[in-house]
Nanobody, 124 residues
Framework: QVQLVESGGGLVKAGGSLRVSCTASGRSFNIYTVGWFRQAPGKEREFVAGISRNGINTYYADSVKGRFTLSRDNAKNTVYLQMNSLKPEDTAVYYC?????????????????WGQGTQVTVSS
């Protein structure tokens, strides 16, 4: 019902910043709660942040709270994840996901639609 594409990943030094984007097509974007997950090699996919349909409510994992900021522009069908003060442990493939649920879920099963992921690498 909706297709998601992540972009903006790359290589940055520790302490630097990067903004990744999730652009949607197929359905009206404002009906979806959107979450970001990340997966490092050999590790399970973990929740990073989530944003409500109107962009007012956000929720962040403790590991990124205070460093990452989630926002959305429904007119552009895009959600943005601004990542500041990056650490080597932030290195992972970052995925966006969409859900018709109103609440922000912190588990993978809470989302029905997923993007292909974008690589973020932070060097020390």
């Amino acid at each position: 019902q909706v297709q998601l594409v992540e972009s903006g990943g790359g290589l940055v030094k520790a302490g630097g910043s990067l903004r990744v984007s999730c652009t949607a097509s197929g359905r009206s974007f404002n009906i979806y709660t959107v979450g970001w997950f990340r997966q490092a090699p050999g590790k399970e996919r973990e929740f990073v942040a989530g944003i409500s349909r109107n962009g007012i409510n956000t929720y962040y994992a403790d590991s990124v709270k205070g460093r990452f900021t989630l926002s959305r522009d429904n007119a552009k069908n895009t959600v943005y994840l601004q990542m500041n003060s990056l650490k080597p442990e932030d290195t992972a493939v970052y995925y966006c996901a969409a859900s018709t649920r109103l609440s922000i879920s912190i588990i993978r099963d809470g989302y029905s639609y997923w993007g292909q992921g974008t690589q973020v690498t932070v060097s020390s």
